[in-house]
């Protein structure tokens, strides 16, 4: 099946510093992937969508300055979080699905745990 | 996207089936009903998805009531691994992302 890839799955940085996850879409091309941020007890909250050749779509109370995507090719959209602080830390999920088909089904990375101390 | 409703936790033991509830009164006609799960420190795992008809894979079966103001996963037998956040999403071809509420933790007993 289908498989979305996610880099690195584990990160700790030191607080002022960047971090660059990538997600890439393994077997299939997809047009837009969302980026997801997760605390702990917590559901999944969207963040960004991100789209190949364009700007990314911000969810209301994420800064778009903070939270970097480029999505360059139409498998692989990364997510830079810049100047990372402590309240940085959590455990972020991409997703994707195939732009060739119609399937409603969507497909998740394995997810990067952020640690920033 | 359309509201679902789980209860926040069930609890099963291994070996036996598990019905998995999901209510969602406002579906409308062109809401696929997507069961997906996340495992513990993993991103969501595709379980099962279907629109009208019951369904059947490899995983589990979706028992989608007459009125789809409501559905059913049912996992025919409850193993260790299969502990895990269960979540019901409702989307459409309209739509974009998929929108999480809070799942199901179904906990597994030896």
């Known amino acids: 099946g289908a498989v979305v890839s996610q880099h690195p799955s584990r990160v700790i940085c030191k607080s002022g510093t960047s971090v660059k996850i990538e997600c890439r879409s393994l077997?299939?091309?997809?047009?837009?992937m969302f980026w997801y941020r997760q605390f702990p007890k917590q559901s999944l909250m969207l963040m960004a969508t991100?789209?190949?050749?364009?700007?990314?779509?911000?969810e209301q109370g994420v800064e778009k300055d903070k939270f970097l995507i480029n999505h360059a090719s139409l498998t692989l959209s990364t997510l830079t979080v810049t100047s990372a602080h402590p309240e940085d830390s959590s455990f972020y999920i991409c997703?994707?699905?195939?732009?060739?088909?119609?399937?409603?089904?969507?497909?998740f990375g394995q997810g990067t745990r952020l640690t920033v101390v | 996207d359309a509201k679902t409703t789980q209860p926040n936790s069930m609890e099963s033991n291994e070996e036996e089936p598990v019905h998995l509830p999901c209510n969602h009164s406002t579906i409308s006609g062109t809401d696929y009903i997507h069961w997906y799960r996340q495992l513990p420190s993993q991103g969501p795992e595709y379980v099962i998805h279907g629109l009208t008809s019951n369904v059947n894979n490899r995983m589990a079966s979706l028992a989608i009531a007459e009125d789809r103001k409501s559905s059913t996963l049912i996992l025919h037998r409850a193993t260790l691994r299969d502990a895990a956040v269960y979540y019901c999403?409702?989307?459409?071809?309209?739509?974009?992302?998929?929108?999480f509420g809070p799942g199901t933790r179904l906990s597994v007993l030896p």
């Open positions: 997703s994707a699905r195939d732009s060739g088909t119609t399937n409603t089904e969507a497909f």
């Open positions: 999403i409702l989307f459409n071809n309209y739509g974009q992302n998929f929108v």
């Open positions: 991100s789209n190949e050749g364009s700007k990314a779509t911000y």
């Open positions: 077997d299939f091309q997809a047009t837009t």
